[in-house]
């Protein structure tokens, strides 16, 4: 049987509890993923925090070969907006936190970004964005012909038919620097956009948290943890339970395409509405004068999405 060569994957994270998650899932395939680098930005806390964050979830997986690459400090054009209320202070929870035996690696994110496309065969490197897109536009303004290299990127950004979840109409990934977000649609890279509309079909019900819990790995208690709080959080601020999964469904997509159904759409952003800054329009009727740009997500299998969750943390 031929050996499978690892995907060369960049994580681009703000961890942030669901982010946690996400790249607890792509620590656990090493035999999917060569990871490249996870490179870190401000957006669910400051800059610092979520690159500490990155290499204390990088540790607890055992995946210190992975580098991790601080990025951008604030947005764009706008300041940063934390989401705190959320994901706790120190963006992983309740968790009890420790300090990492090794910290980020020297680098700014955006320039990684550029170096990692350029140095590999082109459209061999994936991208996955779990947070505001501020490093990569800023890897894109540096370098713009790394948009012709770029392999696929799937981002966990918007909202169509869910509404959203930070303003009446804004996914808080993009709504946390949506000058960033329209910089990277327009870029003419190979996109696919996992937002709510098929992130709230991914549901951390008890049972399927419990199921986590059970599995005697550090990843999967963590990721347990995460999901408990997230759970008691949501119930407490918006009444609602089983929360969404959000940003694990890029690693999802990246593993299993199948557990999602995908549409070309035109997509654009709103920069200049105090109202409805963030907005994403996700136009569906497509042609010569609304070109597609993208292609967005709208079904996911959250059964078949927390089944991969349990199998692949269950390994490490």
Same mark, same amino acid.
């Given at each position: 049987?031929?050996?499978?060569?690892?995907?060369?994957?960049?994580?681009?994270?703000?961890?942030?509890?669901?982010?946690?998650?996400?790249?607890?899932?792509?620590?656990?395939?090493?035999?999917?993923?060569?990871?490249?680098?996870?490179?870190?930005?401000?957006? !669910?806390?400051?800059?610092?925090?979520?690159?500490?964050?990155?290499?204390?979830?990088?540790?607890?997986?055992?995946?210190?070969?992975?580098?991790?690459?601080?990025?951008?400090?604030?947005?764009?054009?706008?300041?940063?907006?934390?989401?705190?209320?959320?994901? @706790?202070?120190?963006?992983?929870?309740?968790?009890?936190? &420790?300090?990492?035996?090794?910290?980020?690696?020297?680098?700014?994110?955006?320039?990684?970004? #550029?170096?990692?496309?350029?140095?590999?065969?082109?459209?061999?490197?994936?991208?996955?964005?779990? @947070?505001?897109?501020?490093?990569?536009?800023?890897?894109?303004?540096?370098?713009?012909?790394? =948009?012709?290299?770029?392999?696929?990127?799937?981002?966990?950004?918007?909202?169509?038919?869910?509404?959203? !979840?930070?303003?009446?109409?804004?996914?808080?990934?993009?709504?946390?620097?949506?000058?960033?977000?329209?910089?990277? &649609?327009?870029?003419?890279?190979?996109?696919?956009?996992? @937002?709510?509309?098929?992130?709230?079909?991914?549901?951390?019900?008890?049972?399927? #948290?419990? =199921?986590?819990?059970?599995?005697?790995?550090?990843?999967?208690?963590?990721?347990?943890?995460?999901?408990?709080?997230?759970?008691?959080?949501?119930?407490?601020?918006?009444?609602?339970?089983?929360?969404?999964?959000?940003?694990?469904?890029?690693?999802?997509?990246?593993?299993?395409?199948?557990?999602?159904?995908?549409?070309?759409?035109?997509?654009?952003?709103?920069?200049?509405?105090?109202?409805?800054? @963030?907005?994403?329009?996700?136009?569906?009727?497509?042609?010569?004068?609304?070109?597609?740009?993208?292609?967005?997500?709208?079904?996911?299998?959250?059964?078949?999405?927390?089944?991969?969750?349990?199998?692949?943390?269950?390994?490490?």
């Amino acid at each position: 049987m031929a050996r499978v060569t690892p995907l060369p994957l960049i994580i681009d994270c703000d961890p942030g509890v669901d982010d946690a998650i996400a790249l607890l899932l792509a620590f656990a395939c090493p035999d999917t993923f060569d990871l490249v680098a996870v490179t870190t930005v401000t957006g !669910n806390v400051a800059a610092t925090q979520t690159a500490r964050n990155a290499c204390i979830v990088r540790q607890q997986a055992g995946r210190e070969d992975v580098p991790v690459y601080a990025g951008a400090e604030a947005p764009l054009s706008r300041p940063p907006v934390a989401a705190t209320h959320f994901h @706790g202070e120190s963006g992983l929870g309740d968790l009890r936190l &420790f300090d990492p035996d090794a910290g980020p690696s020297p680098g700014f994110a955006p320039d990684v970004i #550029v170096e990692a496309v350029l140095a590999r065969p082109p459209k061999s490197v994936r991208l996955a964005a779990t @947070g505001p897109l501020t490093n990569l536009a800023l890897a894109l303004r540096k370098a713009p012909e790394i =948009a012709a290299r770029l392999g696929p990127v799937v981002i966990m950004g918007g909202a169509r038919s869910e509404g959203g !979840n930070i303003t009446a109409s804004a996914e808080y990934n993009i709504h946390a620097d949506p000058h960033a977000a329209s910089e990277v &649609f327009a870029a003419g890279l190979d996109l696919t956009l996992i @937002g709510l509309d098929a992130t709230h079909q991914v549901r951390a019900t008890p049972e399927r #948290v419990v =199921a986590l819990g059970n599995i005697p790995t550090a990843s999967a208690r963590m990721a347990a943890a995460l999901l408990d709080f997230a759970y008691r959080t949501q119930l407490d601020l918006v009444g609602w339970d089983n929360p969404p999964l959000h940003d694990p469904c890029t690693i999802a997509f990246l593993l299993a395409p199948d557990l999602f159904q995908t549409r070309r759409v035109n997509l654009q952003v709103e920069t200049s509405s105090p109202l409805t800054l @963030g907005h994403t329009a996700v136009e569906f009727r497509v042609g010569p004068d609304r070109p597609a740009n993208a292609r967005w997500a709208t079904r996911a299998d959250g059964a078949g999405v927390f089944a991969l969750l349990q199998d692949r943390l269950a390994r490490r």
